[in-house]
């Protein structure tokens, strides 16, 4: 379903600025201090990264802030173009990265509902059928007219992962939504992820929880500085991660 080969993402930290003629000017003299500076201006967060997701797969990413996994979700969504390498995804994908992002703050959960669901793809008809499923499943009933900008952080979460999960996505790739929302909430949450794997969704999650890694995932992929430090069995990668972050 997804075929991740010798991917590489660089991200330019832009920690000097070159507006200036002064400073034009010292580039046009000094090309070699120049192409020096710019080298360590560049970040790379991905650094061949190659593997693939099966169909009906369940794929973690572990690994520690900064490692790359948030990274890889992007590309592998679409979100970003690596600037090495290329994925191939075989399947309509449901991104749940950086939830609430397509939400328009001064509108209603409401509205956002039929916004946010026409950025996912679902049509107008679709979302009215199921409009009463997602309100109950969010949870949010009695803010359905309250502006967006006034909610929670868990609130949003709430209401975007109860429309992105209103269908059975071929692929899904989450990013930490587990850890949302208060207990009874996050546990719903991973009841409805179980129901989505059972029902043979392939998913790619990130998590710092190892608890809901070795839950959930079939196979994990450890990530450190943006490579790829080891792979495989689910408990074998979580014992080693756990021993190397203690040592």
């Known amino acids: 379903m997804i075929n991740i080969e010798h991917v590489s993402m660089r991200f330019n930290l832009g920690i000097?600025?070159?507006?200036s003629i002064k400073q034009a000017f010292v580039n046009f003299l000094s090309p070699k201090e120049r192409k020096k500076r710019k080298k360590k201006e560049e970040f790379w967060a991905l650094k061949d990264v190659s593997f693939n997701v099966e169909k009906g797969e369940v794929v973690g990413l572990i690994g520690?802030?900064?490692?790359?996994k948030s990274t890889l979700l992007k590309v592998v969504s679409g979100v970003m173009?690596?600037?090495?390498?290329?994925?191939?995804?075989k399947g309509v994908i449901s991104p749940m990265i950086e939830l609430g992002a397509g939400f328009d703050g001064n509108l209603t959960a409401r509205e956002n509902i039929f916004l946010n669901g026409a950025i996912l793809g679902y049509s107008k008809k679709f979302l009215t059928e199921k409009f009463d499923d997602i309100?109950?499943?969010?949870?949010?009933?009695?803010?359905?007219?309250?502006?967006?900008?006034?909610f929670s952080s868990g609130m949003v979460a709430k209401l975007a992962f109860s429309i992105a999960t209103i269908v059975n996505p071929e692929i899904l790739i989450v990013d930490e939504i587990?850890?949302?929302g208060d207990i009874k909430f996050q546990e719903k949450?991973?009841?409805?992820?179980?129901?989505?794997?059972?029902g043979g969704t392939t998913v790619l999650y990130?998590?710092?929880?190892?608890?809901?890694?070795?839950?959930?995932?079939?196979?994990v992929v450890w990530l450190d500085h943006g490579e790829i430090v080891?792979?495989?069995k689910t408990n074998k990668i979580c014992d080693d991660y756990y021993k190397e972050q203690l040592s």
Do not use: Q, Y
């Open 230 to 232: 080891e792979m495989g």
């Open 206 to 219: 990130v998590s710092h929880s190892l608890d809901s890694i070795r839950d959930l995932c079939t196979k």
């Open 189 to 198: 949450s991973k009841k409805k992820m179980m129901e989505l794997i059972k």
């Open 81 to 89: 173009k690596p600037t090495k390498g290329k994925v191939t995804v």
């Open 16 to 19: 000097e600025k070159e507006f």
């Open 178 to 180: 587990l850890a949302v």
């Open 135 to 150: 309100v109950e499943f969010s949870e949010l009933k009695d803010f359905l007219d309250v502006p967006v900008k006034n």
């Open 64 to 68: 520690s802030n900064g490692a790359g």
